[in-house]
Nanobody, 121 residues
Framework: QVQVVESGGGLVQPGGSLKLSCSASGLTLDDHSVGWFRQAPGKGREVVACESKNDGSLYYSRSVKGRFTISRDKNTVYLQMNNLKPEDTFVYHC????????????????WGQGTQVTVSS
């Protein structure tokens, strides 16, 4: 069965950086458009960064643009998070996504359990 695993979260002070990683079994991430979303308990999901497999188009939410960078290395997907703010405190998940453009990215089929990012002094 498909299993997606995120790692790299933790506690960081405001202004700090973290790099999240995403890998999968039963699924070749390199064959899919991928993204990252974040979610607080009991609340909806906010897609923050996506990369299109089709044409390389990138999506970033307005809240993270200029601070977060999505990238990939073969079958591993990364989210570099710089200049972190307390409002970035969420569980972060990676996922396969559908069509990606500068202004749009929608979740598709698979995502993992997530990794907790806490930004606090």
């Amino acid at each position: 069965q498909v299993q997606v695993v995120e790692s790299g979260g933790g506690l960081v002070q405001p202004g700090g950086s973290l790099k999240l990683s995403c890998s999968a079994s039963g699924l070749t991430l390199d064959d899919h458009s991928v993204g990252w979303f974040r979610q607080a308990p009991g609340k909806g999901r906010e897609v923050v960064a996506c990369e299109s497999k089709n044409d390389g188009s990138l999506y970033y939410s307005r809240s993270v643009k200029g601070r977060f960078t999505i990238s990939r290395d073969k079958n591993t997907v990364y989210l570099q998070m710089n200049n972190l703010k307390p409002e970035d405190t969420f569980v972060y998940h990676c996922a396969t996504v559908g069509l990606v453009s500068e202004g749009s990215c929608l979740l598709k089929d698979y995502w993992g359990q997530g990794t907790q990012v806490t930004v606090s002094s």
